[in-house]
């Protein structure tokens, strides 16, 4: 019987090299590891290491499974998701911004996360994260919410602005170029309309008017709300020049670098900020507050949420939920959620000590008056025409009522209406 089994093991191992069918579908009993593919958003704070050091540690506790967790721009990973799934070739898993589920969803692209995630991991979560339940489904699981915020440099203001106005006579009085700037603002277009956010938001505007069945109509974003922010806007950038050099040619990842050289006296910024500006090596006092509404106004700040999506055709769906699990202990989201800056997401991390700092204390305060994106499929589109309005107004192309005007005909021509 024993030279029988060996000459049995030697025939299938010269078969498996004949027909180049890797060895490890035959281990464990002849089956192949359940592949999880997790597309893994590049955010700010988040290191190499980090991601190599939790990929290792699921694949070694786990011989069934193998987790490939694949680093993605994310201002490619709108169209690298939706390209996967045209092409029915989609990841398990992806972080998402939680909006883009729409789209998905009217595409039959993803599944209710609920129905591969334990219930443990599940009610471990805090209900206001759960952002991503449409229609009572849990169509994404939170994996990092948090409202945007000022940041400054104390070592040159000490002035915590009330209004959008203080602000901008702050960043004046600061401003030195090329030592310091009052401002760091992005000016190229990238994924997020962030900043244009920040303004229009500060000023008690909105994106678009709500209909009384909930859903959203015409544009609102170029009335008089939407245009004192961006005149505001072009103000600060084209006329005072207070903002960075080259701001046109920098978006979000290039231009916060300079504020945490010590470069900057304000900026708008997310929960990120400080584990960011310590890999950075920021030396100067950091110190942060609300981002400030227009004087009059009754403003808000701009709370961002992502998900991570599971993908109907992709082929091990349960494993990938076993990964989540993993993934959600405190050991490692927690750590994620520390560097990325971000108030954590589940209960039990959010009793951590790291997380009782004057950092997550402003945040929780932002978190009480701020507001998301519209939740819309076709946002993504929309911000996009949105931004090139932005930039004409810098160039001063064109004015911001009529750069505004233009975006909002096309847009709602976009939408039908």
């Known amino acids: 019987m024993k030279r029988k089994a060996t000459i049995t093991l030697i025939a299938l191992v010269l078969g498996a090299l004949i027909i180049g069918v890797p060895l490890f579908m035959y281990a464990g009993g002849g089956e192949k590891k359940a592949t999880v593919t997790f597309f893994w958003a590049l955010y700010d704070g988040l290191t190499e290491e980090f991601r190599a050091e939790l990929q290792d540690a699921f694949n070694a506790a786990h011989e069934d499974i193998e987790v490939d967790i694949v680093p993605v721009d994310w201002n490619l990973m709108h169209d690298k998701i939706t390209t996967a799934i045209a092409g029915g070739k989609p990841p398990e898993l992806s972080v998402v911004g939680t909006r883009w589920l729409l789209e998905f969803m009217d595409v039959d692209g993803i599944v209710e996360v609920s129905q591969y995630v334990s219930k443990a991991t599940l009610d471990n979560i805090a209900p206001g994260a759960m952002e991503a339940k449409i229609g009572g489904k849990l169509m994404g699981l939170p994996v990092a919410a948090g409202a945007r915020i000022l940041a400054y440099n104390a070592d040159v203001t000490s002035v915590v602005p009330k209004t959008m106005e203080e602000l901008r006579g702050a960043a004046i009085r600061a401003h030195d170029p090329p030592n310091m700037y009052g401002l760091i603002m992005p000016g190229q277009k990238f994924t997020e309309l962030t900043d244009f956010a920040y303004h229009i938001y500060a000023a008690g505007g909105d994106f678009f008017e709500m209909k009384p069945d909930g859903t959203y109509g015409k544009s609102a974003f170029n009335g008089p709300e939407g245009v004192k922010a961006l005149e505001f806007m072009v103000q600060m950038a084209a ?36 584990s960011a500006y310590n890999q950075a090596g920021g030396t100067f006092e950091l110190k942060y507050a609300q981002i400030p509404p227009f004087e009059g106004d009754d403003g808000t700040t701009l709370i961002i949420t992502d998900s991570i999506a599971m993908f109907k055709d992709a082929e091990n769906l349960e494993a990938a939920g076993v990964f989540l699990d993993f993934f959600y202990q405190d050991e490692w989201k927690a750590v994620f959620d520390e560097s990325i800056g971000f108030p954590p997401v589940t209960m039990s991390a959010a009793r951590l000590p790291q997380f009782q700092t004057p950092l997550y204390k402003v945040l929780g305060e932002a978190a009480m008056r701020s507001k998301g994106w519209p939740l819309m499929a076709e946002f993504a589109e929309v911000t996009d025409i949105i931004w090139d309005a932005n930039v004409e107004a810098f160039l001063g192309e064109k004015t911001p009522q009529q750069a505004l005007d233009d975006a909002a005909a096309e847009i709602d021509r976009l939408r039908g209406m």
């Open 239 to 274: 006329e005072d020049e207070i903002v960075q050099d080259g701001y046109l040619s920098l978006d979000r990842m290039s231009s916060h670098p300079i504020f945490y050289k010590g470069k900057g006296a304000y900026t708008f910024i997310g929960a990120w900020v400080e």
